[in-house]
């Protein structure tokens, strides 16, 4: 009848099936049912990934004849086969692999709202995030839509917590007053907020108001150019390597940026796409330059501490992008600049 051999290889499992061994398992988590088949060849391994998208059976790196060749290999196991052992094999090692992320509604519920109701972090007039309109019924903004749509899931009150400026939303973040933000995932924050995979990747530019001399990236090259940015972003410490020569100008709003542009206070404002549109819309005959000179990476971003919810976000995003959410957000708040976010799910992509 043959044997299944298995390795524990630190945090992972290998299960090996012998050329006359099929199989099939469903796995299951609170909304879907997958149903894996395990390969019928010799030796081929089969992963299974858990309802938190980590990966518990894995492909091992080289395999024959019933063991795994892979350095530093602990002592392999063996089990006997038989069609009922085999099913609680898989029902031990999908247990062993999913209990440490698998949480209850309830405990979801409680980690990402503690108050109730659902904190979602925004800053005034990015279609990235939220523009309002004259009712809170017209506002719009791919945030605003996910940050709706997330506490629907979870079964809270949905509430925006709207902030002046992003610098405002990402204070509020590291002190943990709201509970959710959705954000350029940059190396800097990551340090303050846990963040999901990527759902939207938006270019960098410049807007420069009309009649500007500059009319393209390499035009921003020349000395003394006045560069605006967000108060709070990163921005300035992107550029200053970039645009060795420019002066670097805070604005503190976006509304006052684009005061600043009018004014002729600054030559040029520096963030992403989606914002410099926007923007450009209320200032005639300005133009975002073509190109980019770096690229934001928006995720889903949970305070420090609450981790163990990250798997719940993850998937969320997922189907938030395979169901056409985050498309159908992006065209409701009118926000352009995009390019494709990968499908794959890293939590940093």
């Known amino acids: 009848m043959g044997s299944i051999n298995l390795s524990f290889l630190s945090d992972r499992r290998v ?3 012998p050329n006359s061994m099929t199989a099939t398992i469903a796995i299951t988590d609170s909304r879907k049912t997958r149903t894996l088949t395990a390969p019928e060849t010799a030796n081929k391994p089969i992963f299974i990934a858990g309802s938190s998208g980590q990966q518990c059976i894995k492909y091992p790196a080289q395999a024959g004849n019933n063991e795994l060749h892979q350095d530093q290999e602990k002592p ?29 509604p ?17 800053y005034a007039g990015s279609p990235s995030s939220i523009v309002e309109g004259a009712t809170p019924a017209d506002a719009k903004g791919v945030g605003f839509d996910l940050g709706k749509a997330l506490a629907a899931r979870l079964g809270v009150p949905f509430e925006a917590v709207v902030f002046p400026s992003n610098a405002g939303v990402l204070a509020a973040m590291a002190s943990a007053t709201i509970d ?10 990551a340090q303050h907020m ?11 530019s410049f ?22 940015f967000s108060s709070g972003s990163s921005t300035a410490e992107e550029l200053s390597p970039q645009y060795p020569q420019a002066v670097m100008i ?8 684009g005061e600043m542009l009018a004014a002729g206070k600054i030559d040029a404002f520096a963030t992403n796409k989606a914002i410099l549109f926007q923007l450009g819309d209320g200032l005639p005959g300005s133009q975002v330059l073509a190109g980019h000179w770096g690229m934001e990476h928006f995720a889903a971003a949970i305070p420090k501490g609450r981790e163990q919810a990250l798997p719940f976000m993850r998937n969320f995003i997922d189907e938030a ?7 159908q957000a992006i065209s409701r708040a009118g926000l352009r600049g995009t390019v494709p976010a990968a499908a794959a799910g890293s939590s940093q992509e």
């Open 76 to 104: 392999m196991k063996t089990v006997s086969r038989s069609t009922l052992g085999l099913i609680a094999l898989f029902a031990i090692l999908l247990s062993a692999c999913t209990t440490a992320d698998v949480r209850t």
């Open 250 to 257: 805070a604005a503190p709003t976006l509304a006052r940026a």
């Open 106 to 122: 309830e405990q979801t519920r409680a980690m990402l709202a503690p108050s109730g109701k659902l904190r979602v972090g925004m």
């Open 15 to 17: 299960i090996m099936f």
């Open 194 to 204: 846990d963040f999901s995979q990527t759902y939207m990747n938006v270019e960098k």
């Open 207 to 228: 807007l420069v108001p009309q009649g500007s001399p500059i009319t393209s990236l390499s035009a921003m090259q020349r000395p003394g150019i006045r560069i605006g």
């Open 321 to 327: 992008r395979s169901d056409g959410l985050v498309t």
């Open 180 to 189: 959710v933000t959705f954000t350029n995932a940059s190396p800097e924050r």
